[in-house]
């Protein structure tokens, strides 16, 4: 079974940063698209940001210039770089594959921007 842990999260004012990170338990998970998706207070899950194993990189239109997602195949590790945090980025972050790995859902970490 595929797991995630995500960590990095915390309680940032508008304008801040934080640094996502996501450790991969998948074997051979240099091969795989990897992704961030999040959920707000009363709304699905939607996609942030994806990385394919090539390197090459997709944001959602509400992030894009933003945010930076990155990977490190030998630590099998994923990243998220948020800059410029608005309180509509308020949410639990995640990371999975991409498409998602729906049995492999991490717990996430909670992100908060607020004044």
């Known amino acids: 079974q595929v797991q995630f842990v995500e960590s990095g999260g915390g309680v940032v004012q508008p304008g801040g940063s934080l640094r996502l990170s996501c450790a991969a338990s998948?074997?051979?998970?240099?091969?795989?698209?990897m992704a961030w998706y999040r959920q707000a207070p009363g709304k699905q899950r939607e996609f942030v940001a994806h990385?394919?194993?090539?390197?090459?990189?997709v944001y959602a239109s509400s992030v894009k210039g933003r945010f930076t997602i990155s990977r490190d195949n030998a630590e099998n590790m994923v990243y998220l770089q948020m800059t410029a945090l608005q309180s509509d980025d308020t949410a639990v972050y995640y990371c999975?594959?991409?498409?998602?790995?729906?049995?492999?859902w991490g717990q996430g970490t909670q992100v908060t921007v607020s004044s």
């Open positions: 999975n594959s991409r498409p998602p790995s729906e049995g492999s």
């Open positions: 998948r074997r051979d998970f240099r091969f795989y698209s």
């Open positions: 990385i394919t194993s090539g390197g090459s990189l």
